[in-house]
Each structure stands twice: as structure tokens, then as C-alpha cells.
């Protein structure tokens, strides 16, 4: 099981705690995790990625074990700490203003 850890407005909006388990079919990758999550919880369809190109969205960042993957591939194989459920996936707000 993967744990996923989203922000506040988007828990609200999924109607979820903080942290969210996900069955995710090898390999896990930022794009098996978020097509697992938009599938279980259709209405993130879009808030955190394009729903035509599938490209993260502006503000929102994704790390895992404190790594920055949001320029990652979306492809890339995620860190096994994350694969085996020892680390969150976590979708990050992005903070902006000035």
C-alpha cells in the first residue's frame, strides 16, 4: 500500500483525512500514484494535474523521503521507502505571494 499525504483543501474537497492509503500496481511511479488517487477520489480530476495534458499543476509540488520530485519524469520510479509504505507520497501546496 502506498500512503499519499495531500493538502488541506484537497482533503476537503475529497472528503479524506490527512493521509490516504492507495493500492498502486507496480512500477510505482508519480503517474500509477496519481492515476490511482484521481481514480479512487474522481473529484481531484484536475486539481492536482491538467486533466487534458496530465502536467502537475503551478502550485502544487510533490516530495518524498525530502526529495523534490516535482520536476521529475513522471515515469520515474518512485523511492522504494515509498514503494513499500515506510514514506508518504506527499502533495504539497505550493505557497505563493509576495
Known amino acids: 500500500m502506498i500512503r499519499v499525504v495531500i493538502p488541506h483543501h484537497l482533503r476537503t474537497l475529497a472528503n479524506v483525512g490527512?493521509?490516504?492509503?492507495?493500492?498502486?500496481n507496480d512500477p510505482i511511479t508519480q503517474r500509477a500514484v496519481l492515476d490511482a488517487l484521481e481514480e479512487r477520489y474522481?473529484?481531484?480530476?484536475?486539481?492536482i494535474r491538467d486533466?487534458?495534458?496530465?502536467q502537475r499543476r503551478a502550485l502544487i509540488r510533490f516530495f518524498a523521503c525530502g526529495q523534490d520530485l516535482s520536476h521529475e519524469s513522471p515515469d520515474a520510479p518512485l523511492p522504494a521507502a515509498v514503494a513499500t509504505g515506510e514514506e508518504p507520497f506527499l502533495i504539497i501546496?505550493?505557497?505563493a505571494g509576495g
Open 18 to 24: 490527512k493521509e490516504i492509503t492507495l493500492e498502486v
Open 42 to 47: 474522481p473529484v481531484l480530476r484536475g486539481a
Open 51 to 54: 486533466r487534458n495534458t496530465h
Open 93 to 95: 501546496g505550493a505557497m
